[in-house]
């Protein structure tokens, strides 16, 4: 890549090791919150929800006052989310297709 003058400048990665360290630990909460959601008593599932609720506004607050890339930590999350909810779903096909 070249700036305005016309020189070669390196590129920052995409990725670091603490990216994906970021994201790895922020799964966790999307496995966490998932689990609760799909509990049958309405008590965990208000719980989860309300971490749910709780951690996107805490990341876009924290975002907004010191500019750390919050999106890594919601993106973590929404994986670990997207995770779990693909398990029920195997298990269901498994079950079904055996």
């Known amino acids: 890549m070249r700036n305005k003058q016309g020189q070669f400048v390196k590129q920052k990665k995409a990725y670091t090791k603490k990216d994906i360290g970021t994201v790895l630990l922020h799964m966790l909460d999307g496995f966490l919150i998932a689990?609760?959601?799909t509990q049958p008593k309405l008590g965990l599932?208000?719980?989860?929800?309300?971490?749910?609720?709780?951690?996107?506004?805490?990341e876009v607050l924290e975002d907004l006052r010191c500019a750390d890339r919050g999106y890594r930590d919601i993106f973590g999350c929404l994986l670990g989310l997207?995770?779990?909810?693909i398990y029920p779903v195997a298990l269901m096909l498994w079950e079904r297709y055996r």
């Open 45 to 58: 599932i208000l719980i989860g929800l309300m971490i749910f609720v709780g951690f996107l506004v805490y």
């Open 35 to 37: 689990y609760l959601v």
């Open 82 to 85: 997207g995770i779990y909810a």
